[in-house]
């Protein structure tokens, strides 16, 4: 079984700074992960996803993460936010298998400071 | 094209009783997929249908059913309702199943149970 920790509830950072927003899975399997973004009142949206091949993934509105199997991690990233990436974030992480569902984290809710 | 649909946007219900909730995947998505987000909490999966087929159930009672049509459009079914099911309903629709088809998320149907 897999699951997922988002290490911190909240961040907050000023405009125009870097971010860093922490993930840790567990699996005994070969995994895909995922980060999602939730705006106010609205379903998720996919922002990047990895599957396989390069440990760095770039999505989308400036996004990036990177895969590390040895720390089992998959942290995301953004050199420099703006205030309309305030929002909710959720990681999540499936399996290989046709029956494998996706196990979401409990997320992270960014703060934008003006 | 349109993405996921679903409806009602809203819905307020007392305890004990039934609601049907709808959802509309994007047109050549066969696999529809349910989950409940409870507030301040990640999305938790309760079912995944594949051709009208249930292929994989979350931890929730069978209080919880759903059901595919031959349109690929899906029904959540909730009885005997509790408080604790108050939370925000999201549908997702994606082409096949296991965890690399990514999953396209509707803007999810609020449920306040009273």
């Known amino acids: 079984a897999q699951s997922v920790t988002q290490l911190d509830s909240q961040v907050p950072v000023f405009e125009e700074a870097p971010v860093e927003l922490r993930c840790n899975y567990s699996s005994s399997v070969s995994v895909y992960l995922f980060w999602y973004v939730q705006y106010p009142n609205q379903g998720l949206q996919l922002l990047l996803k990895y599957l396989s091949g390069s440990t760095l993934v770039k999505g989308i509105n400036g996004f990036e993460a990177e895969f590390n199997k040895s720390q089992t991690s998959f942290h995301l990233r953004k050199p420099s936010v703006h205030i309309s990436d305030t929002a909710e974030y959720f990681c999540a992480v499936s399996g290989p298998r046709g029956d494998d569902k996706i196990i979401f984290g409990k997320g992270t809710r960014l703060h934008i400071l003006p | 094209d349109a993405g996921v649909t679903q409806s009602p946007t809203h819905l307020i219900k007392t305890r004990g009783q039934h609601v049907t909730l709808r959802c509309s995947p994007i047109?050549?998505?066969?696999?529809v997929s349910w989950y409940q987000q409870v507030l301040g909490q990640g999305p938790q999966f309760i079912f995944q249908?594949?051709?009208?087929?249930?292929?994989g159930r979350g931890n929730f009672p069978d209080r919880f059913s759903a059901r595919q049509f031959p349109n690929y459009s899906s029904e959540l079914n909730v009885n005997a309702l509790l408080l604790g099911d108050s939370a925000l309903y999201l549908c997702a629709s994606s082409r096949g199943t296991g965890g690399n088809n990514e999953q396209f998320f509707g803007p999810g149907t609020r449920l306040t149970v009273l």
């Open positions: 249908y594949y051709e009208k087929e249930e292929r």
């Open positions: 047109s050549g998505h066969k696999s």
